[in-house]
Each structure stands twice: as C-alpha cells, then as structure tokens.
C-alpha cells in the first residue's frame, strides 16, 4: 500500500517562507498526479497545487506567485515551497497522491485521491 508522509510545518510570521515534503514509499507509475491540500477545523479540504509527473503544474489562485510544487523522482519526494505567508495560509498541509495523470482543474479536488499523508501543521503568525 502506497504511503506518503509529510514534513516541515512549523510556525512562522507573516511574510516568512517554509518548504514541506512528502516522501512518497514507491514512485514507479508511468502516469502519476501529485498535489498539495490544505484544510483548517470545519472547512472542507482544499487544493493547492498538484504537479504530473511531466512537471506539468497548476495553482489555486491564493497560491499563485507565492507557492512552488515540485518533485525529485529520485528521491521519491515532493515539495512546496511557501513565500511570503500569510496568516490565512494557516492549516494542516496534506500531500496526496493519484496513480494516474492530472485532469484540470479536477487534480484540485479532494475526491479525485485515494492515498493521503497524515499532515504536517503550518501556522503563521500575524
């Protein structure tokens, strides 16, 4: 069973950056989508960016221009690197996984995973 694991929450001020990984056990499919989500207490789980295995990427427009996606196949890793937070940017962070290539803007949806990391926390202080 195919599992991911996120890293590099914490907790920074506005305007500071953190990068999150997600090692993901195997990376071996031809097709593959990769995404990060965020979701805060009683909200539904958003996309924030999801990335295929071409590097192909797209970004929720809250995270346009501050927000990088990107992978190391090799390493079996996915990144975000965050800029410029800000306090509305706080939320556990998910990396989740789809074992075939992203539809846009469906790779943004929650439904289109079925395997998910345990979240990593980023909370950013005003």
């Known amino acids: 069973q195919l599992q991911l694991m996120e890293s590099g929450g914490g907790s920074v001020q506005a305007g500071g950056s953190l990068r999150l990984s997600c090692t993901i056990s195997?990376?071996?499919?031809?097709?593959?989508?990769m995404a990060w989500f965020r979701q805060v207490p009683g909200k539904e789980r958003e996309g924030v960016a999801a990335i295929d295995r071409a590097d192909n990427s797209r970004y929720t427009d809250s995270a346009k221009g501050r927000f990088t996606i990107s992978q190391d196949a090799a390493k079996n890793t996915l990144y975000l690197e965050m800029n410029s937070l800000k306090p509305e940017d706080t939320a556990m962070y998910y990396c989740?996984?789809?074992?075939?290539?992203?539809?846009?803007?469906?790779?943004?949806?929650?439904?289109?995973?079925?395997?998910w990391g345990q979240g990593t926390q980023v909370t950013v202080s005003s």
């Open positions: 989740a996984y789809l074992r075939r290539g992203c539809t846009w803007p469906l790779a943004l949806h929650q439904a289109q995973y079925g395997s």
């Open positions: 195997e990376l071996t499919d031809e097709r593959y989508c």
